[in-house]
């Protein structure tokens, strides 16, 4: 079929030339902006922000920054999949660092192994009889974690109708309350050696079959395949149209006969699995989990959502838009390291950031409703 | 065929003590266009938020091609064929022009529940095929509503109620925001939806338009129906009389004209 819409004549409007200019192409520049600004900030002092200056190690790129880099973005990434995916249909989730600080401790205490160095666990939790067990418990009980707190989420906001900061609020303080109950307060290590190798070993080489190789980023791996798929559930199936649909206008939505109340409750849940799964990596490549894990995390997803084009008002935004913000959150904070900004600075300059793109979006928001 | 398409026996709605409707007797004939008139608070709006299932009735009965029905929520109308446009629009601004036309009722190539995967070739081809049969013009249908005129938006809520009603389209006061253009342009589609035969019931304070557009005018007052009268046996001063009550013959009792 051609295209009976372009017969209505010369009415190519500037919202056509704006559609062409997608939202994630300006935050992918504001990146490669930033990266060049801490480049420079680094050469100045001798160093390189992006590449390798020391001639006693092989390898043209800074790989230990980078991997940093990678490593930031990938955990605080998986939860900004899910932070995302909240925003759009309009809610907004506060819990999510909290449910990473409880999975943590849940499922790594599935995850322990018996004999340290010969000496029976110090820090066990269970008996022997749940020692040892198979990678996939921990992964099991960690994810069923992750469901169940989204699931209260999603419960609460679709059919108590209260607003989802308030639930989320409330999961939040409870539970961080489970992360300090479960062991009380006390750190839970010595997980066994397939639970560590969920983070650390080489994932991206068995699934390319040795072509390609990331040692250690298991993370990164996991997240750029939780945001491909996302990003084309997204944009490709009734889920990702439905969730646009009721960001943008509720009421349109329900009077539609989409059910607004179940479709919530998925949302709130996936996003409770992702912090899951974020938790799970989170524990493995730390070897350990203690209570006040994942704290702030909430926060930070919510503000790599925002930088990458997320509107907190709902119905826009993208999960291409949140990796690309998680990269840039990841890549501000990584740069302050970099030319040894004092880190009590980076956390207020964080504060900044976050308000800023928030006031970027009203500001772009503002623009396209006048046009 | 049946008699009528639309049929309300004694519809009566009362919210507490407030009657703001009473005894309203309804009909609309197969392809036939009438409008709904009357001053604010005459219950134009309380009927069709009955016939919509917007709300729940008090009293009545609504016949459909000469059946009951009892319509639970919108969704039940629609489901039924009646397609409305509300003053407020409910589209969704920050989608396309073919998700909106298939808000709800998407067309996916393979369910997967609900990751189901989206035709969305389909659903864009038959938009366009919706857009060109109501004869609405819409530059870029793949741009966000947002970014789209007044007169555009309502276009395409109009091209959806049009799209997929089987039964009846019921616009509440589809030009009441709109400029002159824009509402030449839905008076233009009103035009088409008549010649294609889908019956419509208009609600609009404009007595131009009304008497431009529609076949037979129903005037509504203090809740009750005031009278219906025939396009051609009228005129604006005659409906003016009936809205405000100066002429209706007996107070309450319907007047035919």
């Known amino acids: 079929m051609s295209q009976p819409a372009q017969d209505s004549g010369g009415q190519k409007s500037d919202a056509t030339a704006r559609r062409s200019w997608p939202n994630e192409l300006n935050v992918f520049m504001a990146l490669v902006v930033i990266v060049v600004v801490f480049e420079f900030l680094n050469r100045f002092n001798g160093g390189s922000f992006l590449f390798n200056m020391r001639d006693n190690m092989p390898g043209l790129f800074n790989e230990q920054r980078l991997n940093v880099i990678a490593l930031q973005v990938a955990i605080t990434g998986i939860i900004a999949l899910g932070v995302t995916q909240v925003i759009i249909i309009g809610g907004i989730d506060l819990s999510s660092g909290s449910i990473v600080g409880a999975t943590a401790m849940i499922a790594m205490s599935f995850g322990q192994t018996a004999i340290v160095n010969g000496n029976p666990n110090p820090k066990a939790i269970f008996g022997p009889e749940l020692m040892d067990l198979p990678v996939v418990v921990p992964i099991a009980v960690g994810v069923l974690c992750g469901l169940i707190a989204g699931l209260i989420n999603g419960l609460l906001i679709a059919y108590t109708r209260i607003p989802s900061f308030i639930a989320t609020l409330g999961m939040m303080v409870s539970a961080r309350g489970v992360a300090h109950w479960w062991s009380n307060g006390n750190p839970i290590s010595f997980p066994t050696q397939s639970y560590g190798g969920l983070s650390n070993g080489d994932v991206l080489g068995s699934l390319t079959f040795g072509l390609l190789h990331w040692s250690g980023q298991n993370p990164a791996v996991v997240f750029a395949l939780l945001a491909i798929l996302f990003q084309v559930i997204m944009v490709y199936t009734v889920y990702g149209k439905r969730s646009y649909a009721i960001g943008s206008n509720e009421a349109a939505a329900r009077m539609s006969g989409i059910n607004v109340s179940r479709h919530k409750v998925l949302v709130y849940t996936i996003a409770g699995i992702l912090s899951a799964v974020a938790a799970i990596l989170l524990t493995s490549k730390n070897l350990t989990a203690q209570a006040g894990m994942g704290v702030m995390y909430e926060l930070d997803a919510i503000a790599m959502a925002v930088i990458g084009g997320v509107s907190l008002s709902g119905g826009r935004g993208s999960i291409v838009g949140t990796v690309l913000g998680a990269m840039i959150f990841s890549v501000i904070i990584s740069g302050f390291t970099s030319i040894k900004l004092d880190p009590y600075y980076q956390e207020m300059v964080k504060g900044v950031i976050i308000v800023g793109a928030v006031i970027l979006d009203q500001w772009r928001q503002r623009r396209s409703t006048r046009s | ?257």
């Open chain 2, 1 to 257: 065929m049946s008699q009528y398409i639309l049929e309300t026996r004694g519809l009566t709605k009362h919210y507490g003590g407030v009657h703001a409707l009473e005894d309203a007797n309804f009909t609309l004939a197969p392809g036939e266009h009438v409008a709904v008139v009357g001053d604010n608070g005459a219950g134009k709006s309380t009927f069709v938020r009955q016939i919509t299932g917007v709300e729940q009735k008090t009293g009545g009965q609504i016949f459909i091609d000469d059946k009951e029905v009892h319509f639970a929520d919108p969704l039940d109308a629609r489901k039924a064929g009646i397609e409305t446009v509300f003053q407020n629009l409910a589209l969704a601004d920050d989608l396309d022009v073919p998700s909106n036309l298939f808000l709800g009722r998407e067309i996916f190539r393979f369910p997967l529940g609900p990751f189901s995967w989206l035709d969305r070739r389909q659903m864009r081809d038959r938009t366009l095929e919706a857009l060109k049969k109501t004869a609405v013009k819409i530059p870029n249908i793949d741009n966000a509503i947002r970014n789209m005129s007044g007169g555009q938006r309502q276009c395409v809520a109009i091209a959806r109620a049009a799209a997929f009603a089987s039964k009846l389209v019921i616009m509440d006061e589809p030009t009441a925001a709109l400029g002159v253009q824009e509402t030449a342009q839905v008076e233009n589609i009103i035009r088409g939806l008549k010649n294609r035969g889908i019956p419509l019931i208009l609600i609009s304070h404009n007595l131009r338009q009304v008497l431009d557009l529609v076949d037979r005018i129903w005037v509504f007052r203090r809740g009750r129906i005031a009278g219906a009268v025939d396009r051609d046996k009228t005129s604006g001063n005659d409906i003016v009389s009936m809205i405000t009550g100066v002429k209706s013959g007996v107070e309450g009792e319907p007047t035919f004209v």
